[in-house]
């Protein structure tokens, strides 16, 4: 016999098991996004160096497209993937145009 599950004997409260579930994925969201930011910037500083603002762009389009072309379709939401493509840019163009010297 097989003992019972505690997860089911007692009720799961929405409320709080929704602001767990979302700081969970707000957190993981948030991180991503900044390790994104932050790996960008330090691409950006190095090709500067050999390459053009147009150059690195169409480079990191074609990261964007190749990284669409592996992901499931179902989770593709073409919208959102659009603002963090424009997001990319606008963030190339800030760290290509910022001071050399700055860290």
């Known amino acids: ?7 089911h004997d007692s009720p799961i409260q929405l409320p709080a098991e929704a602001e ?21 910037r330090e691409h950006v500083e190095t090709e ?19 990284t669409r072309l592996g992901m499931p379709t179902a989770s593709t939401n073409a919208g959102s993937q659009g603002n963090l ?4 840019m606008e963030w190339t163009e800030t760290f290509f145009r910022a001071p050399r010297d700055r860290a």
Do not use: C, N, W, Y
């Open 1 to 7: 016999m097989t003992e019972p599950d505690q997860h």
């Open 48 to 66: 500067r160096k050999q390459s053009s603002l147009v150059e690195i762009e169409i480079e990191l389009r074609a990261l964007v497209a190749r």
């Open 85 to 88: 493509s424009e997001h990319l």
């Open 20 to 40: 767990r579930s979302l700081r969970r994925a707000t957190g993981h969201t948030l991180t991503s996004f900044a390790l994104l930011r932050r790996a960008l």
